[in-house]
């Protein structure tokens, strides 16, 4: 740091520094959109200042009116925009202007990969921000005073957006903060007044207060020397206060870019006005694309919240339950108070009740979505779904619902994308089905070559096939659906009801008889390691698979708890044996017992693999199973 008189240079932090070089290149082909990002902080920093001046009103000073102003300059090559907003004091403007105050931004940093197109789209996601600027500018100069801060406190801040900034201090009567580009050759055009007017009215319809622009002056007014005066050019009112009707769908667009710091456009969105008991509008969108770090549980969730017009806080999380953590959007209730706080929130039966309204049009707006455009909602799905299924077990009296917006892959295409709804799999359930069957495996590919399916796809019944982390918890939350069961294929004895014919009842029976001994022989070599053998009708090409008992815990959820080095209750697998297949017919007839206990050890260990499961000794299983393969080969 090199500090003259009172001017002190300073460093951008490293990773500000390389966002900024590969923001200016990627961006460089939507150049306007610097003008939406310092107005948007603008309007932000009025916000506060409305919010900050509810419990210290002296901080309006004498400038009640909140606004902002754009003022080209063809003669000096700039653009300015003021607003007298909340201002940074000395402190704020090297913690905002010179770091990117965001934690992971290295990491992130890590995924961009020279394309311009996907790089622009990432660091939309992130966020451009302030250092938008530089896209426009070869030079930008900010001076700022922080409300209450003494004129002589105002500082001036100025970078080329090369390595470092400068800073020093300014005398400024005027509170909040003023950015001046000093515009690159090549982007001259944004020192003309229509050019701007126009970016301005396609970016900020939806601010709430007004943009302003120097009116333009007739050949007279000019020669008379008559001073220019300002002219709103938005419609400066809060977007969601106005009717559905008046809104145009770019304006919703770019509302939601505005509060959500997205730079990809919104899915869908939903927009509602309440009257009544409770009194509030609310105006709710589904992203296209999820933040960096939607999986950090303790990232900014939640809504922008109003009272009255009057912004309140941002991340307001008490209005949607976690598993709709990826909504965006406002919130203005009639009904609280100007000074309520999180904690109050929490308490406020209020509250509760616009959180279950505000969920329930979440769900809604999904599943119109999902009727109206399924292309849309598949894009949702793959994004969010995970999340979603945190859903039913969160969120019990709303079950139902979240299970409608389920999607998942089935035996009916074995495809891994999940597109099927719990509905699609009802409306093609076979004559006398009354459950839903599901099969849980590691990967797609092991659900959908799980043994467990063998019988299924013989008789033609659909499986779900699950594989990812939560399914197999989302499934024992979930329970049923539509009054019907869901079913785990690989849990319990196979009854499949009405849909096993009789003589294959008859046929089953007729084989445990036969078996009985078998079935005895194999549990004394498997003793304490299985809690049960038996024949089963479950397989067609397979010898043997192992199932969980009926209230035991499931394979899937097993693995992840021990994963997770949490205890895990002792519980033992079901052996079923295929009394078809010539290899356990064959076993039947082995009369030298230690042959026989090595072909059922190593049926044992084939059936641990086919669920994706580890098996107690790999090295003896090879042994074993090279043994005999010597023998064969004799
Ligand atoms: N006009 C302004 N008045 C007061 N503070 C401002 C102003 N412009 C920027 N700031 C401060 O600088 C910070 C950084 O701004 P920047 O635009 O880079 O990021 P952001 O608005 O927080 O988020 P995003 O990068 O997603 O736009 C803001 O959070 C705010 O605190």
Redesign the pocket.
């Known amino acids: 740091m090199s500090a003259t008189a009172e001017k002190e240079t300073m460093g951008f932090q490293t990773e500000a520094k390389q966002l900024l070089k590969l923001m200016i290149h990627s961006l460089y082909s939507n150049k306007e959109i610097f003008l939406r990002?310092l107005i948007?902080?603008?309007s932000?920093?009025a916000d506060k200042l409305r919010f900050e001046s509810l419990e210290a009103p002296e901080l309006l000073e004498e400038d009640p009116d909140l606004k902002i102003t754009v003022v080209t300059n063809k003669d000096t090559k700039t653009i300015t925009i003021t607003?007298n907003?909340?201002?940074?004091s000395k402190d704020?403007v090297i913690q905002?202007?010179g770091t990117i105050a965001r934690s992971g931004t290295a990491e992130y940093l890590k995924n961009l990969t020279g394309d311009k197109k996907k790089d622009a789209q990432l660091i939309g996601q992130f966020?451009?921000?302030?250092?938008s600027a530089f896209i426009v500018a070869d030079r930008v100069e900010v001076f700022?005073r922080r409300a209450g801060l003494p004129a002589n406190e105002a500082v001036h801040w100025e970078s080329t957006g090369e390595a470092d900034f400068s800073i020093e201090p300014v005398e400024r009567a005027e509170r909040?903060?003023q950015?001046v580009l000093h515009l690159r050759d090549d982007s001259l055009d944004f020192a003309d007044d229509w050019r701007v007017r126009s970016v301005i009215k396609k970016y900020s319809d939806h601010i709430s207060l007004p943009v302003m622009m120097y009116k333009s002056q007739s050949e007279e007014e000019i020669k008379e020397g008559a001073l220019p005066e300002f002219e709103t050019i938005n419609e400066a009112k809060a977007l969601w206060v106005r009717n559905r009707t008046e809104v145009k769908d770019e304006e919703y667009i770019e509302f939601y870019k505005h509060i959500s710091?997205d730079f990809n456009e919104p899915l869908t969105w939903s927009h509602n006005k309440v009257e009544g008991k409770l009194e509030y509008a609310s105006l709710l969108y589904i992203p296209e694309k999820a933040p960096f770090d939607m999986w950090n549980r303790d990232a900014n969730r939640g809504v922008k919240l109003y009272v009255q017009r009057t912004f309140i806080m941002d991340e307001a999380e008490q209005f949607l339950p976690l598993y709709l953590r990826f909504v965006k959007g406002v919130v203005d209730s009639n009904d609280l108070s100007l000074n309520v706080s999180r904690e109050i929130l929490q308490k406020d039966p209020n509250v509760d009740s616009m959180k279950s309204a505000l969920t329930k049009r979440v769900l809604d707006m999904l599943e119109k979505l999902a009727k109206k455009d399924t292309e849309k909602y598949q894009t949702f799905w793959k994004t969010f779904g995970q999340v979603l299924k945190e859903g039913p077990a969160e969120d019990f009296a709303n079950r139902e619902k979240i299970a409608k917006l389920l999607r998942f892959a089935t035996s009916h295409d074995n495809k891994a994308e999940q597109t099927h709804s719990l509905d699609d799999y009802i409306a093609r359930m076979k004559e006398g089905q009354k459950e839903i069957f599901y099969v849980v495996g590691e990967s797609h590919a092991m659900a959908s070559n799980s043994p467990h399916l063998e019988v299924f796809r013989k008789k033609g019944i659909e499986v779900l096939l699950l594989s990812d982390r939560v399914d197999d918890w989302l499934m024992n939350q979930l329970g049923e659906y539509d009054g019907k069961q869901l079913k785990d294929v690989g849990r319990g004895e196979l009854d499949l009801g009405e849909l096993d014919a009789e003589e294959d009842k008859k046929q089953k029976e007729k084989l445990a008889k036969e078996h009985k001994d078998l079935v005895e022989r194999v549990q004394g070599i498997l003793e304490g390691k299985v809690q049960e053998v038996r024949v089963t009708n479950r397989l067609t090409d397979s010898p043997a698979c192992l199932v969980v008992g009926d209230y035991d815990i499931g394979m899937q959820m097993k693995r992840i708890l021990e994963q997770a080095g949490q205890d895990v209750p002792d519980s033992k697998p079901i052996f079923e044996l295929n009394p078809e297949h010539p290899l356990v017919q064959k076993l039947d007839k082995e009369a030298d017992e230690d042959r026989f206990g090595d072909l059922v050890e190593i049926l044992f260990d084939q059936a641990h693999l086919a669920e994706g499961a580890d098996i107690e000794d790999p090295s003896a299983y090879i042994r074993k199973l090279n043994k005999l393969l010597l023998e064969m080969s004799r």
């Open positions: 990002e948007s902080n603008a932000d920093a607003d907003g909340i201002g940074m704020e905002n202007l966020g451009v921000g302030f250092y700022t909040g903060t950015v710091h």
